[in-house]
């Protein structure tokens, strides 16, 4: 008991510190009664539905209804950026390419068979492919972001982390809800979702649709055309059985239709020896005489099927699943009139199949477990065509490749309850991956002429390797140990290793050089963290610590001619911490923040890698034959720092009803947009704010709304393509009205 009491004080002093952090508003109310408390957070982190206080892994939830603010301007997925302790996100490839990076590792490659080492996963089925990462969100219940190697029970290939997404499910209580918005250059967004039953007990339906429009808004200069818009449109019906008390059914059917400007380059917005924006950047204006309008088009459907049946102590699980997608982006590269570079990338044909049995126990013992194999099987036939080349009289252009990737995986997860106090929970995955490449069609002999200026070029055939094959297995395991401080204080210890299979580079081909590759990377992870709910339940803060070693990392380069080339590096080694928070300040004012720091750094003193052409970049590595030593270096755009912040107030009239104010806020430290070091290609202290004003009826059936994204209108560089000082730019303000509806 003396020790309980002594542990009592030294844990209030530690909080002490720790709050800090917290405004002084939350303190000041600690003697007051207890007023409204946070809701408890329900995660399936574990692939069980547990407390987010409890589950000894570092991860963040976000309700669909905050999601949803972060759209409200016609936004996609990449809105979760910098909204989340560690996580990042960007593209070069408009909405059809969202690359993700967690607590800094991730994959900066724009090649569309490339992989990714952080997993999405939307209603349990994992988005392997880059496209599918891209599946419009609606309807969504919530979001969690798992921090950390989590191959043990999710994904494949996960050394970085996972990103999941739940629909809301269908129930047999009538329920329906959904959220329009009109805003700047002509933005419509629609999510709205309504289901309930069909034969009570036994059928129910949620019916769901998303629609976002955007009109062309950016003149090009150089034809007179306008660039910019989209229309995004998915749909998605789901159908729940319960045949018997004892089994459940689900089956979910969704698609996607997609036209859109792909990403706009502003070609020489930089300038040598700088990383600001120049006069050349004019958001209105561009001026392409390449790209055919920067045009991407895909068009893509699914389903799954996931039953779920109770024998008593011990539930069984199967999730059944295909997707599958085809279309094309193009791009003028060099984003000038002046240069003749654009790339297309197209997927003429993906199908991706996944099966998942697992077998979980289902009892409220100290011990608890789940067992289960996991098969993934993808086919996609993907297009390229180099930088000035059509198909012209006959001889083509382009090149054709052919992957495969078929991988298994045996899984198994323990815990058990070694006190009331201590938790201990260890998992294994054993996994084989096997990647194929063949070269379908390659660069003929013959001439080909440009379109646009007559110039005729010589292209000699393919004369390099067309098959590839890479196959790796390996075991990846995590043990940690959760510990009850005090009813409201726990802390949590976890030793992760994970794994990312080899990968095959094909764009090189369509430059007539042979395909690159890169040997499997293996990652070895530590953090301990805090998990606590404070004040009576108004204030929940939560934080960890973290290191991880990558071994043989997977690095991507981009040589002079605009292609990229996988390489490994010895090690990649990262530190650094996260915090977050929420707290209520009064009964209606209630906010959220973290805060992440992360240092990364490249260990291989022979590694080297391709600079900018013709010196139009300042580089300060040491340069060996012309090329740049990255030894020490940060890992690819990933922030030295995350920021977040969000606020709620409410104001209740007297009538019920309701005035609101929300805004949400983030800032990104220094980042490096390539492998090298340089005075152009990075970030520093980049920042976003949004702002949401509205009124909700007394019985909260409706809401209407003012809202701006992006409101102080910042112009933050997202991306780079080296060779012509191009930049790739945020969106700019945006402002709009927004009309929400629920079923009473």
């Excluded at 720092?641 to 009538?655: F, G, K, V």
Aim: aromatic content about 10%; overall charge negative.
């Amino acid at each position: 008991m003396r020790t309980q009491v002594q542990l009592k004080h030294a844990l209030n002093a530690g909080l002490s510190a720790l709050a800090l952090l917290v405004p002084a508003g939350v303190a000041a109310q600690t003697a007051q009664p207890a007023e409204p408390a946070l809701e408890e957070i329900i995660v399936t982190a574990q692939r069980r539905s547990e407390n987010l206080q409890e589950v000894p892994v570092s991860v963040a939830a976000i309700s669909g209804d905050t999601f949803r603010d972060y759209l409200a301007g016609g936004g996609d997925v990449l809105a979760l950026s910098g909204r989340v302790p560690g996580l990042y996100a960007e593209t070069s490839t408009g909405r059809i390419f969202p690359r993700f990076y967690i607590r800094g590792l991730g994959n900066n490659d724009f090649y569309l068979g490339a992989s990714q080492p952080v997993s999405i996963i939307i209603d349990d089925v994992v988005m392997e492919n880059v496209v599918l990462k891209s599946s419009p969100l609606f309807d969504t219940q919530q979001v969690e972001v798992m921090r950390g190697p989590q191959g043990t029970l999710f994904g494949r290939n996960t050394t970085a982390g996972i990103i999941k997404f739940d629909s809301i499910a269908p129930s047999h209580e009538t329920q329906g809800r959904g959220t329009v918005t009109y805003g700047t250059f002509g933005t419509v967004t629609a999510d709205a979702g309504v289901g309930g039953s069909l034969i009570d007990g036994v059928l129910a339906i949620r019916a769901s649709a998303m629609v976002q429009h955007r009109g062309d808004w950016v003149d090009n200069t150089a034809d007179g055309t306008k660039l910019g818009g989209y229309d995004d449109k998915a749909a998605r019906v789901q159908f729940l059985l319960t045949p018997g008390e004892d089994t459940d059914v689900l089956l979910n059917v969704h698609g996607r239709d997609l036209d859109a400007t792909s990403t706009l380059f502003r070609g020489y917005a930089l300038t040598k020896g700088s990383h600001k924006l120049n006069g050349n950047y004019d958001k209105d204006k561009v001026a392409y005489n390449d790209g055919d309008a920067n045009d991407q088009s895909y068009e893509g459907w699914g389903s799954s099927l996931k039953v779920d049946h109770d024998f008593g102590n011990v539930v069984l699980t199967s999730i059944t699943a295909y997707e599958t997608t085809n279309g094309y982006s193009r791009g003028d590269t060099d984003g000038t009139a002046g240069n003749f570079a654009e790339s297309q990338g197209n997927i003429d044909d993906l199908d991706q199949w996944t099966q998942e049995l697992r077998l979980a126990s289902d009892t409220t013992g100290p011990l608890n477990w789940q067992v289960g194999g996991f098969y993934f099987d993808s086919d996609e036939q993907l297009t390229f065509r180099p930088y000035n080349f059509f198909e012209t009289g006959g001889a083509s252009g382009f090149v054709t490749l052919g992957n495969e990737n078929r991988s298994w995986a045996l899984f198994g997860q323990a815990g058990y309850r070694i006190t009331d106090d201590l938790k201990l929970t260890g998992g294994l995955r054993w996994t084989e991956d096997k990647k194929e490449m063949n070269v379908l069609r390659a660069l003929q002999a013959g001439t080909f002429t440009s379109v646009e200026d007559g110039r005729r070029i010589t292209q000699a055939s393919y004369t390099g390797i067309r098959h590839v094959e890479l196959k790796d297995d390996e075991l990846s395991w995590d043990a940690s140990a959760f510990y009850d401080l005090t009813d409201e204080v726990s802390v949590f210890g976890r030793i992760a290793r994970g794994f990312r299979g080899p990968t095959i580079q094909g764009r090189t081909v369509s430059f007539n050089g042979a395909p690159t590759t890169a040997t499997s990377e293996t990652i070895l992870s530590y953090e301990a963290g805090l998990k606590s709910s404070l004040l009576d339940d108004r204030l929940r803060l939560n934080g960890a610590v973290y290191t991880y070693t990558v071994n043989d990392i997977q690095l991507t380069a981009f040589d002079g001619n605009g292609t990229a080339r996988l390489l490994n590096a010895d090690k990649g080694v990262a530190y650094g911490l996260e915090v977050d928070a929420e707290a209520f300040l009064t009964p209606d004012f209630i906010i959220t923040a973290g805060l992440t720091y992360t240092d990364t750094e490249i260990k291989d003193d022979q590694v080297t890698t391709s600079i900018c052409s013709g010196g139009v970049c300042t580089v300060k590595d040491p340069l060996v034959n012309g090329r740049a030593k990255i030894d020490g270096n940060p890992f690819p755009n990933a922030p030295e720092y995350i920021l977040s912040l969000t606020a709620r107030y409410n104001m209740p009239l007297a009538d019920g009803s309701n005035l609101f104010l929300f805004t949400d806020w983030n800032m990104t430290g220094r980042t490096n947009f390539v492998l090298y070091e340089s005075e152009e290609f990075y970030s520093k202290g980049d920042f976003e704010g949004g702002l949401k004003i509205g009124y909700e009826n007394p019985d909260r059936t409706y809401e209407v709304a003012l809202f701006g994204r992006n409101i102080t209108n910042e112009k933050n560089v997202k991306g780079v393509i080296e060779n012509y000082l191009a930049a790739v730019v945020n969106d700019p303000m945006t402002v709009g009205i927004s009309f929400t509806a629920r079923l009473p």
